[in-house]
């Protein structure tokens, strides 16, 4: 089955706590991207990657990292997570070219910092 | 800059009710895909349907349809007969295929069907 796995779905931490949030995806796409979903802003760009060892900055990509060492893992870091960065996260991946662009989700990571 | 714009913050209706969701984008290319998704009380995000800038054509899928209208910018989604179960916030989405191939999104609108 074609899917986007992030884990964990749910995780509270505390200020200055290292986490990482991993995203994985099996349908072999060059174009994978993290997106923060909050009250009122919708969803906003963190960060993306359009192959392996290329990565750039989204809309919003203060206090966040991100690598691509391998095609189908991009997993989301937080070196020193603060309140602020309190958000439901959405890995997605889709191919980079063709006509199905579509974008295909995981399952959301809700993150609380305490 | 793209932007999508969905005006409607929140809309509740009666069961059987139809129901339009508003999209409206801003983009300067010529070339750029449109999508809507659905995002149920579960969270996760469900693709519904994707339009490329050179294809106007309407599509009805069940009780979903959708109205994208390049003269004034609008790709809008209706429900038909709507149901408890289409209860979801919807979002509508831009993709320009070149640069960054950013997905933009509106801000998504909160559909409520009351029984």
């Known amino acids: 089955e074609a899917q986007v796995t992030q884990n964990p779905r749910y995780l509270i931490t505390v200020t200055g706590k290292k986490l990482t949030v991993t995203c994985s995806q099996n349908?072999?796409?060059?174009?994978m991207s993290w997106y923060r979903q909050d009250p009122g802003l919708g969803l906003r760009q963190i960060y993306y990657?359009?192959?392996?060892?290329?990565?750039d900055k989204g809309d919003v990509p203060e206090g966040y990292k991100v690598s691509r060492k391998e095609k189908r893992n991009f997993p989301l870091i937080l070196e020193s997570p603060s309140p602020n960065q309190t958000s439901l996260y959405f890995c997605?991946?889709?191919?980079?070219?063709?006509?199905?662009?579509?974008?295909?989700f995981g399952q959301g990571t809700r993150l609380t910092v305490v | 800059a793209q932007k999508v714009t969905q005006a409607q913050t929140e809309i509740s209706v009666v069961e059987k009710e139809d129901v339009t969701l508003d999209c409206v984008y801003e983009?300067?290319?010529?070339?750029?895909?449109l999508f809507w998704y659905k995002q149920p009380p579960s969270g996760e995000l469900v693709f519904l349907i994707r339009?490329?800038?050179?294809?106007?054509q309407n599509e009805i899928s069940g009780r979903y349809s959708w109205n994208f209208q390049k003269s004034t910018s609008s790709f809008n989604f209706t429900i038909t007969a709507s149901q408890v179960v289409d209860s979801a916030v919807y979002f509508c989405?831009?993709?320009?295929?070149?640069?960054?191939?950013?997905?933009?999104f509106g801000q998504g609108t909160r559909l409520t069907i009351n029984p």
């Open positions: 989405a831009l993709i320009i295929i070149q640069g960054a191939q950013k997905l933009v």
């Open positions: 339009r490329n800038s050179f294809d106007e």
């Open positions: 349908m072999n796409h060059e174009y």
């Open positions: 997605a991946s889709r191919k980079l070219q063709g006509m199905n662009t579509e974008a295909f």
């Open positions: 983009t300067r290319d010529t070339t750029y895909y």
């Open positions: 990657s359009m192959n392996v060892e290329v990565t």
